[in-house]
């Protein structure tokens, strides 16, 4: 049974930085794409960023130069680090596990004054 867990998300303010954290079991978690999704209200769930099981990393344009993708494959453990972040960053954004079509449960992140 793989589980996810995202962790890592809050309130900031415009221009701030968070770092999500999602930790992965019960797979060979090495050998999987992982990445990052995000859904605001009342619009579709899109892709952030993916990063292959050899570290290759890919962002959606919204996400380039300011979102980095990365994995820590001896802790099972895959990050989003998300600066100089706007209000339109704001929504529940998921970690995903493609191979199986895996996902988390979700971390909520708010961009506010």
């Known amino acids: 049974q793989v589980h996810l867990v995202e962790s890592g998300g809050g309130l900031v303010e415009p221009g701030g930085s968070l770092t999500l954290s999602c930790a992965a079991s019960?797979?060979?978690?090495?050998?999987?794409?992982m990445g990052w999704f995000r859904q605001a209200p009342g619009k579709q769930r899109e892709w952030v960023a993916f990063?292959?099981?050899?570290?290759?990393?890919t962002y959606t344009d919204s996400a380039l130069g300011r979102f980095a993708i990365s994995r820590e494959d001896a802790k099972n453990v895959v990050y989003l680090q998300m600066n100089r972040l706007k209000p339109e960053d704001t929504a529940i954004y998921y970690c995903?596990?493609?191979?199986?079509?895996?996902w988390g449960q979700g971390t909520q992140v708010t961009v506010s004054s």
């Open positions: 995903h596990q493609y191979e199986g079509n895996y």
């Open positions: 990063i292959t099981s050899s570290g290759r990393p």
């Open positions: 019960g797979s060979r978690f090495s050998a999987n794409t």
